[in-house]
């Protein structure tokens, strides 16, 4: 069984970095850096999932979140085509039909049937809840007609058996993509560094590295030039300045502020010995200490050849300290005053 490696951070921290590292040695495989595995955290993915066939069991929620489910494969998974404009209203652009060699759908669809123990025929009034107005209508336009009934098919779910179909399932997604001899499978912001040991603790042989950045230097990286920072290639493209003070909210001081205050706060500590917790800082100016920190957590006793060199430690160096070419800017110093705590 493959270890499923998970990399996240809190907007613009410096992950990108550690998933090239980890990606550079054989035997790992790795979606482009890019590229973020969704399925865990999105609306109705295997996080909600598993809180309401698991960790909170509801026999009302748990048949509404695999329909939840079954609606978010076919949004993500779905490839567009211009041969079939229709194919424009049903996927999101994640295409992950094409990131699993066209089988994402089809191993999704197992899943779910696997989640179905047994299903019976009942009165089933929940469904109006999340149907749109028009939907609505017509169904009580349709009903008071007696043209249908509230029943539904409603599914009974073994509760203790959701964990394992869940793992087996991540882990028959990616031995479709990764080659025989690779030992080890990356994913960006997949669990996510709130509870990633969530994720840990749910996938068989997994483990998380959440990544920490001052975040003066997350400040100032959105007012430098490029030619005083280093911007990594798949980072180069238009308006990817905007995209990025938008996610970390850069435009409104304060708000940038209490977002990565209440970020942090509202983490979990994850003791667990499955999560990792390291700094970008450390990573570049104690890289040999830091890298083989996290080979180790990973699970590589010994250090594997690189198979390539995306990563560049003195490219990265330059991210480093931004802040101080911005000192006297009245935002780095509430940044300083009020972060504290998280300032290298």
Request: charged fraction near 30%; include cysteine.
């Amino acid at each position: 069984m493959r270890k499923i490696v998970d990399v996240s951070g809190y907007g613009h921290s410096g992950k990108s970095a550690i998933s090239e590292f980890i990606a550079d040695h054989k035997g790992v495989f790795a979606f482009p850096t890019s590229v973020e595995f969704e399925l865990f955290r999105a609306p109705g993915g295997l996080f909600d999932l598993l809180n309401s066939l698991h960790t909170n069991f509801g026999l009302i929620r748990s048949n509404e979140d695999i329909e939840r489910f079954n609606r978010l494969i076919y949004r993500i998974g779905s490839c567009q085509n211009w041969r079939k404009p229709s194919s424009f209203l049903v996927s999101s652009g994640h295409e992950y039909d094409r990131l699993f060699k066209g089988r994402f759908i089809e191993l999704s669809e197992g899943l779910i049937e696997k989640l179905r123990y047994f299903s019976y025929s009942t009165s089933w009034p929940y469904k109006k809840f999340t149907m749109s107005k028009m939907d609505l209508l017509n169904f009580k336009i349709r009903r008071k007609l007696k043209m249908i009934s509230d029943e539904q098919l409603v599914s009974i779910v073994d509760r203790a058996l959701i964990p394992d179909y869940i793992s087996d399932y991540i882990h028959s997604l990616f031995s479709l993509v990764a080659d025989n001899f690779d030992t080890h499978v990356l994913i960006n912001n997949g669990f996510e560094p709130f509870l990633a040991s969530a994720g840990t603790n749910l996938i068989k042989n997994s483990c998380s590295i959440i990544v920490h950045r001052d975040p003066r230097d997350i400040y100032a990286s959105l007012l430098c030039a490029e030619s005083d920072k280093f911007v990594p290639d798949f980072e180069s493209y238009s308006g990817v300045d905007n995209l990025k003070k938008s996610i970390v909210a850069a435009g409104d001081i304060e708000i940038f502020v209490e977002r990565y205050r209440l970020l942090h706060a509202n983490s979990s500590s994850d003791t667990d010995n499955s999560v990792l917790r390291i700094r970008y800082e450390d990573f570049v100016l104690k890289h040999e200490q830091t890298s083989n920190i996290i080979l180790k957590h990973i699970g590589f006793e010994d250090v594997p050849e690189r198979k390539t060199r995306k990563f560049n430690k003195e490219e990265s160096s330059k991210n480093i300290g931004l802040w101080k070419n911005f000192k006297d800017l009245e935002e780095i110093r509430i940044i300083s005053d009020r972060l504290q705590e998280f300032c290298y």
